[in-house]
């Protein structure tokens, strides 16, 4: 019924998947399991669902990226080969889709078809955006005729809201270590350089340019990175024994 209350007791399990989802992104886990750490947690938090799956648009191709059951997979697979169902209509549209299969067949009969012949009698889509890596749709499946209520819908919208958010700031705090590493990498690779050609300098009287090319040369010669000659280079020169 629209307009329903959501329960204070919907409101708490939806607030302990929360957290435990939050627990789980702070592991830093890979992506694939933080994906299978949202479906795990959607079918906790909203009352109905059994099964869960995200469907990912890639380069204007869907596919599952995680669920929680081969069930789930399955009828996906025949949304994708029809390119028609609820969860393409969520990606697409970017608004949630609710169906009673009982009343689904005509719109799309590939789907409630497969979706029947594994037992499932309900679903609820809502779209997920993260960034323009990430985007598709949540999709809820239930073994029910219920067609999941509104509060569901609302329940579901929460959920994702929350899930876009916590995705897209951990995929900026990867992208910022990864950043932070490549610069600490490129200021490593720097300085021994710098090294090496100061040695290069004042062994053989040659100008900074000089240095640098015969850094290349070696380079080129051996196929071995540049920063590697230099490292290589320092390494071999600083295990010399001094003469005294």
């Not at 629209?2 to 939050?22: K, S, V």
């Not at 995200?54 to 697979?77: F, H, L, M, N, Y």
């Not at 009673?100 to 012949?117: K, Q």
């Not at 000089?210 to 295990?239: G, Y």
Request: net charge negative; hydrophobic share 40%.
């Amino acid at each position: 019924m629209t307009g329903e209350p959501i329960l204070p007791e919907h409101l708490d399990e939806l607030t302990a998947a929360m957290a435990d989802l939050t627990g789980a992104l702070e592991t830093e886990p890979a992506e694939a399991e933080i994906l299978d750490a949202v479906c795990a947690e959607a079918v906790r938090a909203v009352p109905g669902a059994d099964l869960a799956s995200i469907t990912a648009i890639r380069d204007g191709d869907p596919e599952t990226a995680a669920s929680t059951d081969d069930r789930a997979v399955e009828i996906d697979k025949a949304q994708y080969a029809a390119a028609a169902g609820p969860c393409l209509e969520a990606a697409e549209t970017g608004k949630i889709v609710r169906v009673p299969l009982a009343t689904a067949g005509a719109e799309w009969p590939e789907f409630t078809a497969r979706a029947r012949e594994l037992g499932v009698g309900s679903y609820l889509a809502a779209p997920l955006r993260v960034d323009e890596h990430l985007s598709g749709a949540l999709n809820l499946f239930g073994y029910g005729d219920h067609g999941f209520a509104e509060t569901d819908s609302q329940l579901l919208k929460l959920y994702t809201t929350v899930v876009s958010f916590g995705l897209r700031t951990t995929r900026r705090y990867h992208q910022a270590r990864r950043r932070t590493s490549d610069l600490e990498a490129a200021m490593r690779s720097r300085a021994v350089i710098e090294q090496a050609k100061g040695i290069l300098m004042a062994v053989h009287r040659i100008s900074a340019d000089d240095a640098m090319k015969r850094l290349v040369t070696e380079s080129q010669h051996t196929n071995v990175k540049v920063r590697d000659v230099a490292a290589r280079f320092v390494e071999e020169l600083s295990s010399v024994p001094s003469r005294g």
